[in-house]
C-alpha cells in the first residue's frame, strides 16, 4: 500500500525557518517526480514545488523562489522541503504528492502537516 | 503562468442530480489536465487524469472531457458521498497550476 506521511509542521515566527519531512513507502520511490502541494486556510490548492527522480531536476512556484528548497534522500525513501525567510501568506496545510510519469497528476497525497507562520 | 478557471464556484444540487463542472485554461494544454476532489480536513483524492481517464478505483458515475483550453467534468448521477470540493489542475507546465476550486453542496 502507497503511504505519504507528512511531518515537521508547527508554529513559527516571520522571518524563521521550518523543514518538512515526507516519508514514503509501498512503492519505489526513487522511480518517482515528488511534489509538495500547499493549501491556506479556507482556500484552493497551491502547487509549491517538484523534483526529478535522482534530484537533479528541481522546480518551483516563483512566490517561493529562493526561500524554499525542496531536496530527497531516495535511500531513506524520503521528501523534504526546507522554508526559510517564512511569511504568514506561508501558512497552509502542505501536502506531499507522487507524480505520475507521463500524465503529470498527482496520484497518492499524504495527509498534510500544518504550518502557521505568526508572531 | 498557466492560469485556470472553474465555473461555477459553488454550486447546489440534489442526489441523482448530473452535474457539470467546466474548468478553462489560459493557453492550450492539449490533454493535460486532471480532476480531483477533497473533502473536508482530507487530502485531495485524484478522479480523472489526462481529461478523460477515470482513475482506478473511481466510480464510473464520473467522467471527464476536452482538450486544449476548454475541460468538463461530469457526475451522471450524484451521490450523498460525492458533496465535496472539486478541482481542476493542468500538468503541462510548471507551475502546476489549480482552479480555484467548486464547492459542491446538497440542495
Known amino acids: 500500500e502507497v503511504q505519504l506521511v507528512e511531518s515537521g509542521g508547527g508554529l513559527v515566527q516571520p522571518g524563521g525557518s521550518l523543514r518538512l519531512s515526507c516519508a514514503a513507502s509501498?512503492?519505489?520511490?526513487?522511480?518517482?517526480?515528488m511534489s509538495w502541494v500547499r493549501q491556506a486556510p479556507g482556500k484552493g490548492l497551491e502547487w509549491v514545488a517538484n523534483?526529478?527522480?535522482?534530484?537533479?531536476?528541481?522546480y518551483y512556484v516563483d512566490s517561493v523562489k529562493g526561500r524554499f528548497t525542496i531536496s530527497r534522500d531516495n535511500a531513506k525513501d524520503s521528501l523534504f522541503l526546507q522554508m526559510n525567510s517564512l511569511r504568514a501568506e506561508d501558512t497552509a496545510v502542505y501536502f506531499c504528492?507522487?507524480?505520475?510519469?507521463?500524465?503529470?497528476?498527482?496520484?497518492?497525497w499524504g495527509q498534510g502537516t500544518l504550518v502557521t507562520v505568526s508572531s | 503562468d498557466i492560469q485556470m478557471t472553474q465555473s461555477p464556484s459553488s454550486l447546489s444540487a440534489s442526489v441523482g442530480d448530473r452535474v457539470t463542472i467546466t474548468c478553462r485554461a489560459s493557453?492550450?494544454?492539449?490533454?493535460?489536465l486532471n480532476w480531483y476532489q477533497q473533502k473536508p480536513g482530507k487530502a485531495p483524492k485524484l478522479l480523472i487524469y489526462?481529461?478523460?481517464s477515470l482513475q482506478s478505483g473511481v466510480p464510473s458515475r464520473f467522467s471527464g472531457s476536452g482538450s486544449g483550453t476548454d475541460f468538463t467534468l461530469t457526475i451522471s448521477s450524484l451521490q450523498p458521498e460525492d458533496f465535496a470540493t472539486y478541482y481542476c489542475?493542468?500538468?503541462?507546465?510548471?507551475?502546476?497550476?489549480f482552479g480555484q476550486g467548486t464547492k459542491l453542496e446538497i440542495k
Open positions: 504528492a507522487r507524480e505520475v510519469i507521463s500524465t503529470w497528476d498527482f496520484d497518492y
Open positions: 509501498g512503492f519505489s520511490f526513487g522511480t518517482y517526480w
Open positions: 523534483i526529478k527522480q535522482d534530484g537533479s531536476e528541481k
Open positions: 493557453q492550450s494544454i492539449s490533454n493535460y
Open positions: 489526462a481529461a478523460s
Open positions: 489542475q493542468q500538468s503541462y507546465s510548471t507551475p502546476h497550476t
